[in-house]
């Protein structure tokens, strides 16, 4: 009845599941820095359309490394991706780890100009200076993000975009393409906060790597 | 450049992504209570295999709404699942909601005594009462609450356990089925802390209904 069997450290249940997924994917077209990324993202989900919907700019995990080695600070969109991150690895690069869609000032400023909180949050962490942006819920905030970009308020060190969703999500993830901003994303309407901070955790892994 | 289109407010959003999501899954074997739970989930993960591998036990929606209106302590299994859950919801119905597993004496327990901790803060959801337990992460956490349910130790009002993953996910779900425990789950590999989440999200909506 305990059923778990013989494998129960937690590495070797993540080497164990790593095997799998490789195993079950087979030939794919990720280098072999993309790759860890891709197959954290397809453990955390166990949906392997990420294998075939994962997309990188050229040179984002350069990007997303160089950002974390510079401590640069990191704006999520919810605090479920703000959750999500590692804390403990995320503490030995210094990076401090934002998320204001659910600051009291935020929901005011956004009833007051009748836009969403995603949006007045966005501004908050650009004018706070991030550097790295997890997007894994809202389509207004990546949105936003881009407008800002566009404006030349804002230069991202890397952009993590993948909201999740049916309305704006795919339309949102395409813009963000089409930017030419250093991003981590995938195509269409899969995603979400578990999502946008496992890319963040196997990124530390590649940053604490030579 | 702004690419919102017209919708903007999150209600609209979210409904008509119910109408998407209803006109593309067509027919399917949920009832009228449970399918804005499925419904809920596949919103959450743009992921439609959710209309097929979703599990309820027989009275399942109900012994939740109930455990809602008595206020029952909730035990979570990751912080990200207790992040998930909308707070303002909660508070109309008096639950308190918990995660141990980042607890340093949880931490020192399972060092001790070369568990996951994930087995630690199950035992001590349980040692203080909670009714409602959502794991969409960890499979020792399901493997042990069943244990302790199995021994006399618990009687859970309601189960949500979607572990996802490779090692262990799917086995602690048909567990879970097997145990006769009042329980939403789903079939294979799928879950994770977002599905968890929302699906108490959900009950505590049909919970406010008459």
Not at 51 to 59: E, H, L, M, P
Not at 121 to 127: H, S, W
Not at 151 to 172: Q, W
Request: charged share 20%; with cysteine.
């Amino acid at each position: 009845m305990t059923g778990t069997g013989a494998i129960l450290n937690p590495q070797e249940i993540e080497a164990k599941s790593f095997e799998i997924i490789d195993a079950e994917v087979g030939p794919h077209g990720y280098d072999r820095r993309q790759w860890p990324v891709v197959r954290r993202i397809i453990h955390t989900t166990a949906d392997f359309d990420f294998a075939r919907i994962t997309r990188f700019s050229a040179g984002a995990i350069e990007a997303g490394v160089a950002a974390l080695r510079r401590g640069e600070k990191i704006l999520c969109d919810t605090n479920m991706v703000k959750a999500g991150v590692n804390k403990t690895g995320l503490a030995g690069f210094g990076c401090q780890l934002d998320c204001h869609v659910a600051d009291p000032e935020v929901a005011r400023a956004a009833r007051a100009e009748g836009i969403t909180r995603s949006i007045v949050a966005t501004r908050k962490g650009v004018a706070e200076g991030c550097g790295i942006y997890l997007i894994g819920n809202a389509p207004t905030a990546l949105f936003e993000l881009l407008r800002l970009a566009e404006e030349g308020s804002v230069s991202p060190s890397l952009v993590v975009g993948v909201p999740v969703g049916f309305v704006g999500a795919a339309e949102s993830k395409e813009a963000l393409l089409a930017s030419g901003l250093p991003h981590i994303s995938c195509q269409g309407r899969k995603g979400g906060s578990a999502i946008a901070a496992t890319i963040l955790n196997a990124l530390m892994i590649l940053a604490r790597e030579a």
